[in-house]
């Protein structure tokens, strides 16, 4: 059974940092696209950054500069760090990982870790 477990997520003051990390496990990790999303209360899920299989990352807007994701393919865990956080960084965080074979989608998603940045 494929599982996504992701941690990392705390409590912290502006201007703070934090780690999230992804464990993944029952799927060949490196040949998976790895996203973290974010969903805040009364807001859509979105795209906070993106690393591909092959190593190409993209962000959204409003985090890049202050964040930045990577991989471990040995450890089949994904990071998301987080600089300089902001009030409205404050979110559920989402692991993703999806590729397509031979046309056909693959995608699963954790559970969530909870970022809440506040003095």
């Known amino acids: 059974q494929v599982q996504l477990v992701e941690s990392g997520g705390d409590l912290v003051q502006p201007g703070g940092s934090l780690r999230l990390s992804c464990a993944a496990s029952?799927?060949?990790?490196?040949?998976?696209?790895m996203g973290w999303y974010r969903q805040a209360p009364g807001k859509e899920r979105e795209l906070v950054a993106r690393?591909?299989?092959?190593?190409?990352?993209n962000y959204q807007d409003s985090v890049k500069g202050r964040f930045t994701v990577s991989r471990d393919n040995a450890k089949n865990t994904v990071y998301l760090h987080m600089n300089s956080l902001k009030p409205e960084d404050t979110a559920l965080y989402y692991c993703?990982?999806?590729?397509?074979?031979?046309?056909?989608?693959?995608?699963?998603w954790g559970q969530g870790t909870q970022v809440t940045v506040s003095s």
């Open positions: 690393i591909t299989s092959s190593g190409s990352t």
């Open positions: 993703n990982a999806y590729r397509r074979l031979l046309g056909v989608p693959r995608e699963y």
């Open positions: 029952e799927i060949t990790f490196r040949t998976y696209d």
